[in-house]
């Protein structure tokens, strides 16, 4: 499958991981928006929250348990995980991914939406 995080997941395109299990991979997003900014991904083909199902929310549970060792190992105690799912919500690369984003105060609101329009 022509997938740019499964190719990364098994190594055929370079990344910098900052985490990996049975379940879990986790690496830099390249074009980070801020000072911590980690794409945490499952080991397998799933394009998107829409997608995650009773055979596969294991997946997702080992995910949200890799995320507070992946935190501490950023040394963030405050952070924020997003998921974009679909392309209005932003989702540009189809392979389900949690971003974990930190070191920076965030604001809430409608604002934080990125609206385009
Ligand atoms: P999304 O827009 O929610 O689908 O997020 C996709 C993310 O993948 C974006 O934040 C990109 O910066 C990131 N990204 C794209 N290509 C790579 C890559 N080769 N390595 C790491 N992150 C990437
Ligand atoms: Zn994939």
């Known amino acids: 499958m022509d997938c740019l995080f499964c190719k990364i997941i098994n190594g055929e395109i370079p990344s910098t991981k900052v985490y990996e299990d049975e379940f ?13 900014h980690d794409l945490i991904v499952p080991k397998t083909h799933i394009c998107c929250a829409n997608k995650i199902t009773a055979e596969n929310s294991e997946y997702i549970a080992k995910i949200f348990e890799a995320v507070p060792k992946i935190a501490q190992s950023e040394n963030l105690e405050t952070y924020r995980i997003i998921n974009n799912c679909g392309e209005d919500a932003g989702q540009s690369v189809m392979h389900l ?3 974990l984003v930190g070191g920076v105060k965030m604001g809430w609101g409608k604002e934080s939406l990125g609206k385009t329009e």
């Open 97 to 99: 991914h949690f971003h």
């Open 24 to 36: 879990v991979f986790a690496f830099k997003d390249i074009s980070p928006i801020a000072p911590v």
